[in-house]
C-alpha cells in the first residue's frame, strides 16, 4: 500500500490554483464533473475507446470566457483499456494537469486493486485502502468492518443444504464484469434447480458459486444511504437516497404471477442488473437510525483502516416489516446512484448546505474548502 507520505509528496509539486478534477469516464462520472463544474473547477475525464462518446461529444463542456455555458466534461485521456491509466506516461500526465483523482466503481473494477493500491501515484480524494473492502472475497470485506461495528446486516447461511426459508446467493455476473450473478432460494432443492439453470446459461461460474455468499433475505424496500464524512468538520452527513433499477428483475415484478409462472428456463430467474437509479427519502422517525448506522461505520474504518472513510460513501440497505435497517452492502467511495441528483442535488443535502448538494458537488465542494483552508493533504489518500 503506497503510504500517505508518498502521496503528500506528490500533492507538493502540484499547483492548487490549477486543481483539476479527475474520474474515470463511467459509474458516477457525471454526477462528479457536474460537481466540479458548479464549485468552479475544470474536469479530466480518463475515457475508455469504444464508450468515450457521454464526455467526448454528448457532454462535452462548452466555455464562452471561461463561463461554462453547456456541459460539464473539459478534457479527456483517452486510452485503449482503463487499465492503461497505470502506466507511468498516462500518470504523469494525469500529474502534469495537477487532477486530484475521484475513484469510482469502475476505476477499481477494471485497474487491478493491487496496482491502484501500489502503484497509482496520483491523489485520490477518498480512502484508497478501504476500496478492496468492497470484495465479497475478502478476509476483510465490509463484512468484517459490520461485524467490527456491530452493525445490522443479513444472517449469513452457513451451506446450501441449510437454506429453509427465503435467501439471495451472491456471486459474481460470468460476463458482465460490474454486475451480479445473484439468484434467490427458499429451499436447498430450488438452490440447485436455479444454480444449475444459470451454469448452463454462463450466468455463473462453479468457482464463482463455491464462494457465494448465502444470506436471510430480508423482505423490505431497497434504500442506499448516500453520506459524507468531512474530515475537516469531523462531521458526517446524510446527503440523500437513492434505489435502483435492475435488469431483469424489474420486469418479472410488472408481471402477473400466472405469467411469471409460465416464463421459460431462460427468462424464469431474474438478473439484478442495475441499470438506473431513482431518488427516495426516507420517514423522519427513521432518519436518526441512518445517522447512527453512518457514524458507527465511520468510527470502525477509522480504527481498522487508519485514516477511516474519507469523503462519499453509500450504505445500502434494506428495511423490514419492523422498520429496522439491514445493511448488505457498502460503497467505500462515490455510489453507483448518485448521478440521479446531479445538478438538482440531494434532498437532504440540499436543505443542509442551502443550496443544490449532490454527491459530485459535494466531494468538490470538500475540495474547494480543503484548499482554501490548506488542508489537502486530510482529503486525499
Given amino acids: 500500500m503506497l503510504q500517505r507520505k508518498e502521496i503528500l509528496e506528490v500533492l507538493e509539486s502540484y499547483d492548487l490554483a490549477k486543481v483539476k478534477i479527475g474520474v474515470v469516464g463511467s459509474h458516477s462520472a457525471l454526477d462528479v464533473c457536474d460537481g466540479a463544474v458548479e464549485e468552479g473547477f475544470r ?23 471561461g463561463k461554462v455555458v453547456m456541459g460539464m466534461v473539459d478534457e479527456i485521456l483517452l486510452l485503449d483499456k482503463f487499465k492503461e491509466i497505470m502506466s507511468r506516461g498516462n500518470q504523469e500526465k494525469i500529474r502534469e494537469n495537477n487532477v486530484l483523482f475521484v475513484p469510482n466503481r469502475s476505476f477499481s473494477s477494471y485497474v487491478d486493486m493491487g496496482e491502484i493500491e501500489n502503484n497509482f501515484r496520483i491523489p485520490l480524494v477518498g480512502s484508497r485502502n478501504l476500496l478492496r473492502s468492497e470484495e465479497r472475497e475478502e478476509k476483510k470485506s465490509y463484512y468484517w468492518l459490520l461485524e467490527k461495528a456491530k452493525l445490522p446486516y443479513p444472517e449469513k447461511i452457513g451451506k446450501p443444504e441449510d437454506i429453509n426459508e427465503l435467501c439471495i446467493v451472491k456471486l459474481k455476473h460470468a460476463v458482465k464484469k460490474l454486475e451480479r450473478g445473484f439468484f434467490t432460494a427458499s429451499s436447498y432443492k430450488e438452490y440447485r434447480e436455479k444454480s444449475e439453470t444459470l451454469l448452463r446459461q454462463n450466468v455463473i461460474t462453479n468457482d464463482d ?42 420486469g418479472h415484478v410488472r408481471l402477473p404471477a400466472p405469467q411469471q409462472i ?15 437509479h431513482n431518488s427516495a427519502t426516507l420517514r423522519e422517525s427513521l432518519l436518526e437510525k441512518a445517522f447512527v448506522l453512518g457514524e458507527k461505520y465511520v468510527k470502525a474504518t477509522q480504527e481498522y483502516y487508519s485514516p477511516g472513510i474519507i469523503g462519499a460513501f453509500c450504505l445500502q440497505t434494506c428495511v423490514d416489516k419492523d422498520l429496522n435497517f439491514y445493511i448488505y452492502d457498502i460503497a467505500p467511495r462515490v455510489g453507483g446512484g448518485t448521478n440521479v441528483h446531479m445538478s438538482a442535488g440531494h434532498p437532504y443535502g440540499n436543505s443542509l448546505w442551502r443550496k443544490n448538494m449532490s454527491t459530485g458537488r459535494r466531494t468538490v465542494f470538500e475540495v474547494k474548502r480543503a484548499i482554501e483552508k490548506g488542508k489537502v493533504g486530510e482529503i486525499v489518500t
Fill in 209 to 250: 458459486l463455491g464462494n457465494a455468499r448465502i444470506e436471510r433475505y430480508i423482505i423490505g424496500p431497497v434504500f442506499n444511504l448516500d453520506m459524507f464524512y468531512s474530515p475537516i468538520d469531523k462531521k458526517i452527513e446524510l446527503l440523500g437516497v437513492d434505489w435502483r433499477f435492475e435488469t431483469s428483475l424489474d
Fill in 43 to 65: 474536469t479530466f475525464v480518463v475515457c475508455q475507446k469504444g464508450r468515450e462518446k457521454t464526455y467526448t461529444n454528448y457532454f462535452k463542456c462548452e466555455r464562452e470566457n
Fill in 262 to 276: 409460465s416464463l421459460n428456463e431462460k427468462q424464469i430467474t431474474p438478473e439484478y442488473t442495475v441499470c438506473g
